[in-house]
């Protein structure tokens, strides 16, 4: 079990800029996100996307602020657990006991819910026969590419995901490319590298088309596909891989006894603790009169829940503000020579 | 104020009224209408307010973007008629517009 003075939900910029505000302070953290990297959605939708509205930095991409903020806070050494989510939370005396999905469990007086619009996971078919295929010969993700050599492959989506993998598949597999337009918005290189082996004979690429069911009862069998013109057609297929993207699911936070209106956790403005006594919420997730979802209202509201958890944390210190331009306290935490 | 018909993917219709200037996605979350989720905020990010728009309306909205167009490879069945409600702005001329959720999104 990991003791710890506070433990992060979500590694967005709102929950990075919190292990800022929690370490200046004086406090430790943890941090947890489903992702495998830091940043959220400034990292899984919109990494070159230009961002205009944070104080003082007249532009930047998501990429670049996320990089920013880690640099910021390198100083706490934070842990960081990726790649898992938060299933379970209970209240042991009064330390909050989390456990993740990966069997990893961590204890400490508060909990700051910095999970944006929640976790994220990959948008799956409509289809209902694909459920039963998923796993075995359905897929959205690629764990391990072996697993499809000498297969008959169809790939769904038009950008980098679906044409990486096409092109990666098609050194050894008849690969076929589905998408539901003409055009692709993955990079042009990887674009005319396509373009390239469907020269050669190794992608078939198939557009304007989309799925409309699956064939095959133990095993699939094959696809069948409609052309925006409504002609069907039939793709004999052992795997379908099918790359729409992330959506964003609140998961397992819907069941914690917090209140949650439209997907997100009221708060209060003063300390943004939940109605349950030592947990928080900041960021996207939170909501108050007049809240706003932008990244600057996250860092403020990480602020204040920072100093919010000093007191369940340290309840024998007295905390006292200071300025990150004149403690010396601050100076030490945050590892500067003097 | 323009009024605007939600349909959901089984028919059921819900006219409300939304002021000029609000995108079609904000007008549903104010009016608590099912089937726009908008997890995104209208950042054109996630793809999760995706409408079909009806034939007659289509050409009285402003042109779709290539990042719309983008953004809708990522939704539930597009189809020649979809779009983002986050993109269209209502205006007085969009008055009586239809626009029909997707299955995916209730």
Same mark, same amino acid.
């Given at each position: 079990?990991?003791k710890?003075?506070?433990?992060?939900?979500?590694?967005?910029p709102?929950?990075?800029?919190?292990?800022h505000?929690l370490?200046i302070?004086?406090l430790?953290?943890?941090?947890?996100?489903?992702?495998?990297?830091?940043?959220?959605?400034?990292?899984e939708?919109y990494?070159?996307?230009?961002?205009?509205?944070?104080?003082a930095?007249p532009?930047?991409?998501?990429e670049e602020?996320?990089?920013s903020?880690?640099?910021?806070?390198?100083?706490f050494?934070a842990n960081f657990?990726?790649?898992q989510r938060?299933?379970e939370?209970?209240?042991e005396?009064?330390?909050?006991?989390?456990k993740?999905?990966?069997?990893?469990i961590?204890?400490a007086p508060?909990?700051?819910?910095?999970g944006?619009v929640?976790?994220?996971?990959p948008?799956?078919? /409509?289809?209902? #026969?694909?459920?039963?295929?998923? +796993?075995?010969?359905?897929? %959205?993700?690629?764990?391990? &590419?072996n !697993?499809?050599?000498?297969k008959k492959?169809?790939?769904f989506?038009?950008?980098?995901?679906?044409?990486?993998?096409?092109?990666?598949?098609s050194?050894?597999?008849?690969?076929t490319?589905?998408?539901r337009?003409s055009?692709f918005?993955g990079?042009?290189?990887?674009?005319?590298?396509?373009k390239?082996k469907?020269?050669e004979?190794?992608i078939?690429?198939?557009?304007?088309?989309?799925?409309t069911?699956i064939?095959?009862d133990?095993?699939?069998?094959?696809?069948?596909i409609?052309h925006?013109d409504g002609?069907l057609?039939k793709?004999?297929?052992?795997?379908?891989?099918?790359f729409?993207?992330l959506?964003m699911?609140l998961?397992p936070i819907?069941?914690?006894?917090?209140?949650?209106d439209k997907?997100?956790i009221p708060?209060n403005t003063e300390t943004?603790? /939940?109605?349950k #006594?030592g947990?928080?919420?900041? +960021?996207?997730i939170?909501? %108050?009169?007049?809240?706003l &979802?932008l !990244?600057?209202?996250?860092?403020?509201?990480g602020?204040l829940?920072?100093?919010?958890c000093?007191k369940?944390?340290?309840?024998?210190e007295?905390?006292?503000f200071?300025?990150t331009t004149?403690?010396?306290n601050?100076h030490?935490?945050?590892?500067?020579?003097? | 104020?323009p009024?605007?018909?939600?349909i959901?993917?089984d028919?059921?219709?819900?006219?409300?009224?939304?002021?000029?200037g609000?995108?079609?996605?904000?007008g549903?979350?104010?009016?608590?209408?099912k089937?726009i989720?908008a997890d995104?905020?209208g950042?054109m990010a996630?793809?999760?307010?995706?409408v079909?728009v009806?034939?007659?309306?289509?050409?009285?909205i402003?042109?779709?973007?290539?990042?719309?167009?983008d953004m809708?490879?990522?939704a539930?069945?597009p189809?020649?008629n979809?779009?983002?409600s986050?993109?269209?702005?209502?205006s007085?001329?969009?008055?009586?517009?239809?626009i029909?959720?997707?299955v995916?999104?209730?």
């Amino acid at each position: 079990m990991i003791k710890t003075d506070a433990i992060i939900i979500g590694a967005g910029p709102t929950g990075l800029f919190a292990v800022h505000q929690l370490g200046i302070i004086g406090l430790k953290c943890e941090i947890i996100d489903n992702l495998d990297r830091a940043g959220g959605q400034c990292i899984e939708l919109y990494p070159d996307k230009p961002i205009y509205d944070i104080p003082a930095i007249p532009e930047c991409t998501g990429e670049e602020l996320t990089n920013s903020l880690l640099k910021q806070v390198a100083p706490f050494k934070a842990n960081f657990h990726l790649n898992q989510r938060v299933e379970e939370i209970k209240k042991e005396n009064n330390l909050w006991i989390l456990k993740t999905n990966k069997g990893n469990i961590f204890s400490a007086p508060n909990v700051i819910i910095a999970g944006g619009v929640g976790s994220f996971e990959p948008r799956k078919l /409509t289809l209902k #026969e694909a459920e039963k295929f998923e +796993g075995s010969q359905i897929f %959205y993700s690629v764990a391990n &590419k072996n !697993i499809f050599q000498n297969k008959k492959i169809s790939i769904f989506g038009g950008g980098d995901s679906a044409l990486d993998w096409a092109l990666e598949l098609s050194k050894t597999n008849k690969v076929t490319l589905i998408h539901r337009r003409s055009e692709f918005r993955g990079a042009a290189h990887t674009l005319s590298e396509v373009k390239q082996k469907e020269k050669e004979g190794s992608i078939l690429i198939k557009t304007p088309y989309t799925i409309t069911s699956i064939e095959g009862d133990k095993i699939m069998t094959g696809i069948e596909i409609k052309h925006e013109d409504g002609k069907l057609e039939k793709i004999k297929t052992d795997c379908v891989l099918s790359f729409f993207g992330l959506i964003m699911k609140l998961g397992p936070i819907a069941e914690w006894g917090l209140n949650i209106d439209k997907k997100t956790i009221p708060v209060n403005t003063e300390t943004f603790q /939940t109605n349950k #006594e030592g947990i928080f919420a900041i +960021g996207d997730i939170c909501t %108050y009169p007049g809240k706003l &979802k932008l !990244i600057l209202s996250g860092f403020h509201e990480g602020a204040l829940a920072a100093r919010a958890c000093f007191k369940r944390a340290k309840p024998n210190e007295t905390y006292r503000f200071e300025f990150t331009t004149a403690s010396k306290n601050i100076h030490d935490r945050l590892g500067l020579k003097k | 104020m323009p009024k605007i018909t939600y349909i959901t993917h089984d028919g059921k219709k819900n006219t409300v009224e939304v002021p000029t200037g609000l995108s079609v996605m904000e007008g549903a979350l104010q009016n608590n209408v099912k089937g726009i989720d908008a997890d995104c905020g209208g950042s054109m990010a996630c793809a999760t307010c995706h409408v079909y728009v009806s034939e007659n309306w289509l050409n009285k909205i402003e042109k779709i973007h290539d990042a719309e167009q983008d953004m809708l490879d990522m939704a539930y069945e597009p189809k020649k008629n979809s779009r983002l409600s986050c993109q269209i702005i209502v205006s007085n001329e969009l008055d009586g517009l239809e626009i029909t959720t997707p299955v995916k999104q209730t």
